[in-house]
């Protein structure tokens, strides 16, 4: 050969040109490509037995129809366990029905601990005298909430200020008359 002729594959007449010629890799996959669809074919479909599904598994079985959003939240609450939380949510913003408007004014529910409703009085007299009627605000509160398992209210009076702050405090008998 020389220099001036070059080296391409030159195709017999009647041929595919060189471009479209077969190269080894893809004469494999057509042959692999050609035998994975002939077994394909070969292979025979079972169709399983469709099982009968019963229950809420079924598509238009019992259970399947929507359920109310009251039901639905209903349930998910008391599954989770928010329940108690709920009812002392429920206690708080239905106290003015349960003890009235003027007794209402002067107290706050502040939140139920072991059966236990805990309320903070404005002073101490509405608190003792609250503490008189207990019994008649617990009978109330369980015809309005006879879920709630609420045995006990304790009415509290204004807390004292303290003396002792931070983390250093010493015990003792607080603050003395020291200006004399």
């Not at 006879?146 to 607080?174: D, L, M, Y």
Request: charged residues 25%; contains cysteine; hydrophobic residues 35%.
């Amino acid at each position: 050969m020389s220099e001036t002729e070059s080296h391409v594959p030159v195709s017999p007449p009647g041929a595919a040109p060189a471009s479209e010629q077969i190269t080894p890799a893809v004469a494999l996959y057509e042959r692999l490509r050609k035998k994975a669809s002939a077994s394909w074919k070969r292979r025979p479909r079972i169709r399983t037995e469709e099982k009968h599904l019963e229950g809420a598994a079924a598509p238009f079985g019992p259970g399947r129809d929507p359920s109310a959003l009251g039901d639905v939240l209903g349930n998910l609450t008391e599954d989770l366990g928010w329940t108690p939380f709920l009812m002392e949510s429920d206690i708080t913003a239905a106290w003015s029905d349960i003890v009235g408007a003027e007794v209402a004014a002067r107290t706050t529910p502040i939140g139920v601990q072991d059966g236990i409703l805990t309320v903070s009085c404005e002073s101490t007299a509405w608190a003792t005298q609250l503490r008189i009627m207990s019994s008649q605000i617990l009978t109330k509160l369980l015809e309005t909430f006879p879920e709630s398992r609420i045995s006990q209210i304790v009415f509290r009076g204004p807390n004292a200020p303290s003396w002792k702050r931070g983390q250093r405090s010493v015990p003792g008998r607080g603050p003395r008359d020291t200006y004399g």
